[in-house]
């Protein structure tokens, strides 16, 4: 039997996998103290295999021990592994002792998609590293992206002439569930928030025609494509982006941010703004996050019915949307033609830097998404 140093390197990577897989949380999110933690489990995986090597070198010792001192005999191979092995078990302690406390314990991706693009959605961890991107097979207007188990699922919409589409990972197949096909979507039908509803395991769809009377949030099947589309929630007035959260459908409207409950009841108003919100959130706790057309930056409190500015009204684009990490509970909102992605801590409400999305020409009409799986993926193909 020899020993080399690719075996080695395998049997590093296996230890590492090994430590990564255990740290795993319910919500698909890695646990506090990760780095730390996978150093030292590291510096134990090493030290064990150390103690076996000194077992087998007691038996090499006695059954097949070196006659002479030539460098290819076993025993004197096994030897200059361990020796190689000792060192590094000395430098993996140095970097655990001096392992910052810091280090951010962001982890998952961001991704940007277009819809003036050629489909493709870039990715960013947000530590701040540039990811490979993907394509999806069409542009994107607005989109919903959501964890699966190991993996996540995405669905977005297009314009002239709408249409639904749904994918499973980035690699995987790509399904129209609703188009101008469904004699009730007509070319006139423009799709302008979506998002995924688990419980029914249903496409909600919010949808303006030219038809006042048939505007409102659709239905579609993710299972038997193409789904006939299903009116929810009738509403007389223009549609706009939408999210879901805790038995609530929340909407933009004008001046407006509306909520009704998923079961029963009817629409009511949130907040009312002297601008527009372009683009919103719904915290955990109620809070909303919103951007006006100014690219000024608030955060409302519905409760308490207090507002805080967190970004001043700015010359130029405005803010295109806006997400929060299901990892770090972070804001992280993406401007009209800027490259920066802008990141604000939802507990002190300050800002706490930046991500580059790109290093080419940025989206005029930016959409982001948060998935906490993708770290997963990022570690075992490290």
């Known amino acids: 039997m020899m ?19 255990q740290n795993t ?11 730390k933690e996978k150093l030292t ?49 000395g430098d993996v302690a140095n970097v655990t002792a001096v392992a910052p406390v810091d280090c951010p314990e962001r982890t998952g991706a961001v991704f940007v998609a277009s819809c003036n693009g050629t489909g493709s959605v870039a990715v960013v961890d947000p530590n701040g590293f540039i990811q490979n991107n993907f394509t999806l097979d069409e542009n994107v207007t607005r989109w919903s992206v959501f964890p699966n188990g190991d993996t996540y699922e ?20 790509e399904i129209v569930i609703g188009d101008t096909s469904d004699p009730l979507l007509s070319p006139d039908a423009v799709g302008t928030g979506i998002a995924y509803n688990p419980v029914p395991n249903k496409v909600y769809v919010a949808i303006t025609f030219n038809d006042p009377d048939l505007n409102g949030i659709y239905s579609f099947s993710r299972t038997s494509p193409p789904a006939t589309a299903v009116l929810i929630f009738s509403y007389s007035g223009p549609t706009g982006q939408i ?5 609530f459908l929340y909407m933009n409207d004008g001046l407006r941010i509306l909520k009704r409950p998923l079961v029963g009841g009817a629409w009511e108003t949130v907040l009312t703004f002297s601008l527009p919100p372009l683009s919103f959130v719904v915290l955990d706790d109620g809070r909303i996050a919103y951007c006006d057309r100014s690219g000024a930056l608030y955060i409302f409190d519905p409760v308490e019915e207090i507002y805080k500015q967190l970004r001043r009204p700015s010359v130029g ?16 909102v993406v401007y009209k033609n800027d490259a920066d992605i802008e990141i604000y801590n939802t507990t002190t409400f300050e800002d ?31």
């Open 3 to 21: 020993f080399s140093s690719n075996c080695f390197a395998c049997l590093l990577l296996f230890v590492l996998a090994t430590a990564s897989a």
């Open 25 to 35: 949380s319910s919500s698909g999110c890695p646990q506090a103290g990760l780095l």
């Open 154 to 173: 995405l669905d977005y919409i297009i314009n002239n002439p709408l249409e639904v589409r749904c994918r499973t990972t980035p690699d995987g197949p």
């Open 41 to 89: 489990n590291l510096s134990t995986a090493l030290g064990d295999i150390n103690t076996g090597l000194d077992c087998v070198l007691t038996l090499i010792d006695e059954q097949c021990p070196c006659l002479d001192d030539s460098q290819e005999c076993f025993e004197t191979r096994v030897t200059d592994f361990q020796t190689a092995l000792i060192n590094l078990i």
């Open 243 to 247: 999210q879901i959260l805790n038995g």
């Open 352 to 382: 706490v830097g930046s991500l580059t999305y790109t290093r080419s020409t940025p989206s005029s009409c930016p959409s982001i998404a948060c998935d906490p799986t993708f770290w997963r993926i990022k570690y075992f193909m490290c």
């Open 317 to 332: 684009d405005c803010c295109g949307s806006m997400k929060v990490s299901p990892c770090d509970s972070r804001l992280y």
